[in-house]
């Protein structure tokens, strides 16, 4: 079911509507609010402005999915490439065995 979430963020109260469970959003908000903080300089203020910092926090994220994103390939053509060998390895023995 859809709910409504609020969180405050640099100073500005955000909401929107989601299904994901609860324990994903808080994650989620978490992850936005630490990476906001990270990005906004020295104080909580701010010095940097609030729309760039946004996009400093969207930047460090679309940079660690894109991060994950070619691990998770790296780690998908590793897998079948073993399971490959496994397969031959697999067929020779019963060929052997017969």
């Known amino acids: 079911m859809e709910r ?8 500005h109260e ?6 994901a469970p609860e324990k994903e959003v808080d ?4 992850m936005v609010t630490k990476l906001v903080r990270d990005n906004s300089g020295s104080s909580a203020s701010g010095s940097i402005p609030v ?3 946004a996009v400093l926090a969207s930047l460090n994220m679309a940079s660690q999915y894109v991060e994950l994103k070619r691990d ?3 780690y ?17 023995q019963l060929r052997i065995d017969k």
């Open 4 to 11: 409504l979430v609020r969180f405050e963020l640099i100073g």
């Open 14 to 19: 955000f909401a929107f509507y989601t299904t």
């Open 27 to 30: 994650e989620i908000v978490q």
């Open 51 to 53: 729309g760039k910092v």
């Open 72 to 74: 998770f390939a790296k």
């Open 76 to 92: 998908k053509q590793e897998t079948d490439e073993r399971l490959l060998k496994l397969g031959g390895q697999i067929a020779e």
